[in-house]
């Protein structure tokens, strides 16, 4: 009986020691996201709390531009950070600047351009460069986001079609705000946004990918803030968005994986 009780007691210590291990090493991880990741991250971040105890605290904005809710804007006021992901080259961007730390960003992600109409509208055709150059051409309003797919549909895409004049009066950025949103309240007829992002939101149809000869993929990136204050709990969110467990989710949300071990 004594042995049981000594055992008992022993077993106790053990499980004690090892819980207040756990969280000891649970860390409050900060994150600042763009919006090309986000329906799949928001899916995945629950697991990762579940698996490491950790917390994940999450900041929304795009990965470039002037909007208050930028990450670049939010960085250079100061707000805490420890992973920022954003699409690859604005990381590049900030990883020059010193906001980074030295190797630690990984690819993710590759995301295509779509291209989205109000539910319940005619979808026009966007098979072929010229079908969509007519389709551009037939509407009276056109939304593209302010970051990496709005950039380049206003500065590249319309100039391929050769209708950068025709588009200047009729197609406008829009800050911050998902241009899926702006599609869904009739205050675009056609909308351009990153698949991923587009998916989200209801009240449109999103008509398919950009054509081939169109196309322009973006690669969304992860990487450890030079501020960071956890940077081994962000790691493991970053590990853990690149490993096979996350890969459902991440095509499930109009993404494709990129492998593991991959670095920008």
């Known amino acids: 009986m004594r042995l049981s009780i ?33 329906a799949a991250y928001k899916a995945l971040v629950p697991e990762f709390e579940r698996s490491t105890g950790h ?7 795009p990965s470039m531009g002037t909007t208050t809710n930028a ?6 006021r100061g707000e805490p950070a420890d992973v920022l992901i954003m699409v690859g080259y604005a990381l ?3 990883a020059k600047k010193g906001k ?11 995301s295509p351009i779509g291209v989205a109409v109000k539910s319940g509208m005619p979808k026009p055709d966007i098979s072929t ?7 551009l051409l037939a ?39 998902p241009v899926g949103e702006i599609v869904a309240r009739g205050d675009a007829e056609i909308g351009f946004q990153q698949i991923s992002e587009l998916k989200p939101v209801e009240g449109i149809d999103i008509v398919g990918p ?30 853990f968005l690149a490993s096979p467990a996350a890969r459902p989710e991440i095509v499930k949300s109009g993404l494709d994986p990129i492998a593991s071990g991959a670095t920008n």
Do not use: C, H, W
């Open 92 to 94: 590049d961007d900030l």
């Open 55 to 61: 917390k994940v605290l999450t900041a929304y904005g």
């Open 210 to 239: 950009l054509p081939d000869e169109l196309q322009k993929i973006t690669v969304f990136s992860a990487g450890i803030a030079s501020v960071s204050k956890e940077p081994d709990a962000g790691k493991a969110l970053i590990k």
């Open 6 to 38: 000594n055992f008992r007691a022993f077993t106790l210590a053990i499980l004690s020691v090892f819980l207040l291990t756990v969280t000891a090493g649970a860390a409050e991880v900060r994150v600042m996201i763009s919006g090309g990741l986000s």
């Open 100 to 110: 980074v730390t030295a190797g630690t960003s990984v690819d993710l992600v590759k």
């Open 71 to 76: 990450i670049p804007v939010r960085l250079e």
């Open 139 to 177: 509407v009276k309003t056109v939304a593209y986001s302010d970051s990496a797919s709005g950039v380049y549909v206003s500065t590249e895409m319309f100039g391929k079609l050769g209708i950068a004049d025709e588009m200047k009066d009729k197609a406008r950025k829009i800050p911050a705000t």
């Open 129 to 135: 460069a010229e079908a969509l150059k007519r389709a």
